[in-house]
């Protein structure tokens, strides 16, 4: 007989045959059952609370769970074109871009939905350099490589915070020796390098100040796929601390960008 699944909020490594994302957080709200523990069939409505345990103020949980809900096209080999669709809702056009989604993947109250291992889908927001995880030609490019995650923790310079300089210093670093390595199989350009920094910034600003965050913080997100609870770590949006915007975040990930110092050959 299979074991009851925990509580919601509760954590326990992702159950034999369920799906996960190349996102640690993602995966760490799955691993509390704040998403489906086996990582599919969750709709909008899912995502947005479950993006709520993270701190994300209501606007910036729209702007990141809504698009993807919409139809996949890969823009490598057939660029979206619904000129109906988009003639009534513009919006509909533009976010295109960001689908992740099946056509005809609904639940069976037809509300659209996803699995987490669809967050990874080439060309939208997956790209090659992560910090801890393998580029797509390299092999497995949605889970955490214990090696990757040895070197983002050993980044930390007084062995207790990881600061937005040391994470800036990885992503040069990890840029510079792929590009080095397999100059003609990786895809890097601007665009990647927007979306890598505003990764960092998330980091920052969901469990730190937006300066650094705890050296164990890191830890629990990355090793274990868990909110960090058990270190102390509360999600904002307290009486003390408004949950995250997307200005914030935006200023942050400038910062990052900034001190990252890295451009693009284009
Ligand atoms: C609170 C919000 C979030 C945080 C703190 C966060 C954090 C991160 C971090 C740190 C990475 C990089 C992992 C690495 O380089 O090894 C990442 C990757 C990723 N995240 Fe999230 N994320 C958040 C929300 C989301 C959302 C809402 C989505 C999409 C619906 C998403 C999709 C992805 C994807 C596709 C990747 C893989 C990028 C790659 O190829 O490395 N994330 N996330």
């Known amino acids: 007989m299979s074991s009851p699944s925990p509580p919601k909020g509760e954590y326990s490594p992702r159950p034999p045959s369920s799906l996960r994302s190349p996102c640690p957080l993602l995966n760490s709200l799955a691993n509390h059952g704040y998403l489906p523990r086996s990582g599919r069939d969750f709709t909008q409505s899912d995502l947005s609370s479950a993006l709520s345990q993270a701190g994300l103020s ?3 949980r729209a702007i990141l ?9 890969n823009s490598k080999s057939s660029p979206p074109s619904k000129p109906k669709k988009s003639l009534l809702n513009p919006w509909s056009l533009l976010f295109s871009f960001f689908g992740m989604r099946d056509p005809n993947q609904f639940n069976s109250s ?3 939905v996803l699995n987490l291992d669809q967050i990874a889908r080439e060309g939208i927001a997956e790209h090659d350099i992560s910090l801890t995880r393998l580029d797509r030609s390299q092999g497995d490019f949605l889970a955490a490589q214990p090696g990757l995650v040895q070197e983002l923790l050993a980044i930390s310079n007084d062995g207790k915070y990881i600061t937005l300089e040391d994470l800036a210093a990885l992503r040069k670093r990890r840029i510079e020796k792929r590009m080095s390595e397999d100059p003609d199989k990786i895809t890097y350009g601007s665009r990647e390098h927007r979306i890598s920094c505003t990764e960092i910034a ?14 164990e913080y890191i830890r629990a997100i990355f090793e274990e796929e868990r909110l960090p609870t058990k270190e102390g770590w509360e999600k904002r949006g307290g009486w003390w601390w408004g949950t995250l915007g997307l200005k914030e975040l935006g200023s942050v990930s400038k910062t990052v960008r900034e001190v990252v110092e890295w451009k693009a050959v284009e």
């Open 202 to 215: 998330l980091v920052l600003c969901v469990f730190g100040d937006g300066k650094r965050v705890p050296l």
């Open 58 to 60: 209501p606007i910036l």
């Open 110 to 112: 037809g509300v659209p």
């Open 65 to 73: 769970s809504s698009p993807v809900f919409l139809e996949y096209h």
